[in-house]
């Protein structure tokens, strides 16, 4: 039991962590009636930045190295109308800045960026622990797979708590790697683990 707790506050440590982190990661500005100034600071190795469009086409590309600063400018003068969202992501999260294009020009939509978070696993013997942090109590699927593609276990989650967390018992399946999928309301996550 004593175990358990510390895994919890370890867990949650990182969560919290990664929040407080994430909070100075990255700061997105308007610069005049066509260019947005984002700039990302305490950049892990291998953190992206993306520029979307609304329907999820990749606009901006690029994997980062090690660095205490970075800074792009993105003219949205050749773009259509619309909202675009300007995504930075590390090993634990996402974070999303939307973006709003029109006739006038370019604005941010107040309050509305938003951090997803990135599941979490341990393997522990033949018990996998899973915790998952939702930013908003939207619908949640699990579901697990073996390395033949074979679904082993699947659940829709329907409780509205925020923290979500399970621990899998693979004691009845050999030794070998399996896929755990996490489908968010607009997003999809894969855990690779080894029994």
Same mark, same amino acid.
Do not use: W
């Given at each position: 039991?004593?175990?358990?707790?510390?895994?919890?506050?370890? %867990?949650?440590?990182?969560?919290?962590?990664?929040?407080?982190?994430?909070?100075?990661?990255?700061? =997105? @500005?308007?610069?005049?009636?066509?260019? %947005?100034? =984002?700039? +990302?600071?305490?950049?892990?190795?291998?953190?992206?930045?993306?520029?979307?469009? *609304?329907? #999820?086409? %990749? +606009?901006?590309?690029?994997?980062?190295?090690?660095?205490? /600063?970075?800074?792009?400018?993105?003219?949205?003068? /050749?773009?259509?109308?619309? $909202?675009?969202?300007?995504?930075?992501? !590390?090993?634990?999260?996402?974070?999303?800045?939307?973006?709003? @294009?029109?006739?006038?020009? $370019?604005?941010? $939509?107040?309050?509305?960026?938003? !951090? =997803?978070?990135?599941?979490?696993? +341990?393997?522990?013997?033949?018990?996998?622990?899973?915790?998952? /942090?939702?930013?908003?109590?939207?619908?949640?699927?699990?579901?697990?797979?073996?390395?033949?593609?074979?679904?082993?276990?699947?659940?829709?989650?329907?409780?509205?708590?925020?923290?979500?967390?399970?621990?899998?018992?693979?004691?009845? =399946?050999?030794? #070998?790697?399996? %896929?755990? *999928?996490?489908?968010?309301?607009?997003?999809?996550?894969?855990?690779?683990?080894?029994?």
């Amino acid at each position: 039991m004593k175990r358990v707790i510390n895994l919890c506050l370890l %867990i949650g440590a990182i969560c919290f962590s990664t929040v407080v982190k994430a909070s100075d990661v990255l700061s =997105v @500005k308007i610069e005049n009636s066509s260019t %947005i100034n =984002v700039s +990302l600071s305490n950049i892990s190795n291998g953190q992206k930045l993306y520029l979307k469009n *609304y329907s #999820g086409k %990749i +606009l901006f590309d690029i994997t980062l190295d090690a660095m205490p /600063t970075y800074r792009k400018y993105f003219n949205l003068n /050749t773009v259509k109308d619309g $909202i675009y969202f300007v995504e930075t992501e !590390t090993e634990f999260d996402i974070k999303v800045t939307p973006v709003v @294009k029109n006739s006038k020009g $370019i604005s941010l $939509i107040n309050k509305s960026v938003i !951090t =997803v978070f990135k599941p979490k696993a +341990l393997v522990e013997g033949n018990i996998v622990r899973v915790m998952l /942090t939702r930013s908003e109590k939207s619908p949640l699927h699990v579901s697990i797979y073996d390395q033949e593609g074979v679904m082993l276990f699947s659940e829709n989650v329907k409780e509205d708590k925020l923290i979500f967390e399970r621990a899998y018992n693979f004691s009845d =399946v050999p030794s #070998g790697k399996y %896929i755990i *999928y996490f489908d968010l309301k607009d997003r999809k996550f894969t855990k690779e683990i080894r029994i």
